[in-house]
């Protein structure tokens, strides 16, 4: 079975501030990873995913996030945050169960930015 | 803008009512999945159809069902509704082409069981 654990449930940061969203995952096979984000009363929207490649992978709206096998992690990334990123990330895992892909979603993470 | 409807936006009902929830899927899409999200459980993966056929199960109770038409719009039927089924009910879509891909979410649908 895979799981995602979002370490944070709320992270403020003020506006221009670098800001990391971590996400850990655990999982006996080879996983796929996404970040999306949900703008308030909105749908989810995804920021970016890791497949394969290049353990560095970047989004949209300046964000990016590293894969690292070895400490089964998936933090997401910002240098620079502005206000319209206020809004709940979501970090998922998916794996291939027989041909389909039904993502695992962690429990979310709020990041509030403040003027 | 996803491309995936819901409707209705909003829902208030009665406890042991049932409701029908609708999702239109992107243009193209074969793959619908439903989802709950509430406060306490977070986001959970409901039901997937593919092209008109069931195609995984989650958590999904036995009061819950779904299908996929042949136009591939999908509803999600809920019965005896209890007050723990007030929750935020998405929509996704994808391809289905059978690898990790994005999930188009819709805008929800709010219901409330009162």
């Known amino acids: 079975a895979q799981s995602v654990t979002q370490l944070d449930s709320q992270v403020p940061v003020f506006e221009e501030a670098p800001v990391e969203l971590r996400c850990n995952y655990s999982s006996s096979v080879s996983v796929y990873l996404f970040w999306y984000v949900q703008y308030p009363n909105q749908g989810l929207q995804l920021l970016l995913k890791?497949?394969?490649?290049?353990?560095l992978v970047k989004g949209i709206n300046g964000f990016e996030a590293e894969f690292n096998k070895s400490q089964t992690s998936f933090h997401l990334r910002k240098p620079s945050v502005h206000i319209s990123d206020t809004a709940e990330y979501f970090c998922?895992?998916?794996?291939?169960?027989?041909?389909?892909?039904?993502?695992?979603f962690g429990r979310g993470t709020s990041l509030i930015v403040h003027p | 803008d996803s491309g995936v409807t819901q409707t209705p936006k909003h829902l208030i009902t009665a406890t042991g009512q049932r409701v029908t929830l609708r999702c239109s899927p992107r243009s193209g899409d074969l793959s619908v999945y439903w989802y709950q999200q509430s406060l306490d459980q977070g986001l959970q993966f409901l039901i997937q159809y593919y092209n008109g056929e069931e195609r995984a199960k989650g958590n999904i109770l036995e009061r819950f069902s779904a299908q996929q038409f042949p136009d591939l719009h999908s509803e999600l039927n809920l019965s005896s509704l209890e007050l723990g089924d007030s929750a935020l009910y998405f929509c996704?879509?994808?391809?289905?082409?059978?690898?990790?891909?994005?999930?188009?979410f819709g805008p929800g649908t709010r219901l409330l069981v009162l």
């Open positions: 998922a895992v998916t794996t291939d169960r027989g041909g389909s892909y039904i993502p695992t």
């Open positions: 996704a879509s994808s391809g289905g082409q059978g690898f990790p891909e994005t999930q188009y």
């Open positions: 890791y497949l394969s490649g290049s353990t």
